[in-house]
């Protein structure tokens, strides 16, 4: 009975260069991946203010802006903006979003929310002051504990 060799010695140069590079490759992207810092995406920004809209930001007032800290049903901390928004302008107001813009304590944003401050309740009209409530659960930790930014980021007229 012939004898069956079942192991066979892989012969010295079996592995070709490009092998060697390819892995050099996956090693090195690998490293480079660890080390490099992770660039935060962009933050989608939604529509913008238009020439007529950014005119008329001056008629605009935020007052009595505060800050509270409460917790939920599910014992989950929830800050929340209040304020007033009053137009001093000729014109109703269908729906005002702000940028509420978040900072760590080294000044680099942490959070940037788009909320309506008019809009869910009717409209403003011309002379007239509406309150506002802005909840936030979802602060990172990183947050300075600070009265965020707020910025007009979008008006239509009604």
């Keep these: 009975m012939p004898k069956i060799d079942t192991y066979k010695q892989i012969p010295t140069g079996a592995f070709p260069i490009p092998f060697f590079v390819i892995l050099g ?19 989608p920004q939604g529509a913008v203010l238009t020439p007529e809209a950014k005119a008329y930001v001056r008629h605009l007032r935020l007052s009595d802006v505060d800050m509270k800290a409460k917790e939920s049903y599910l014992r989950q901390q929830v800050v929340e903006i209040v304020g007033k928004i009053t137009n001093n302008g000729n014109r109703t107001l269908k729906l005002v979003e ?12 942490v959070l940037r929310e788009r909320v309506p401050i008019v809009g869910k309740s009717g409209s403003l009209k011309p002379g007239e002051t509406k309150s506002f409530r802005l909840p936030f659960d979802n602060l990172p930790e990183s947050w300075n504990q600070s009265l965020p930014q707020l910025v007009i980021a979008q008006i239509i007229f009604g």
Excluded: E, Q, T
């Design 98 to 109: 702000i940028n509420c813009v978040f900072y760590d304590p080294y000044g680099r944003v």
């Design 25 to 43: 490759l996956v090693v090195i992207g690998g490293v480079a991946g660890w080390f490099l810092p992770i660039r935060p995406r962009p933050m």
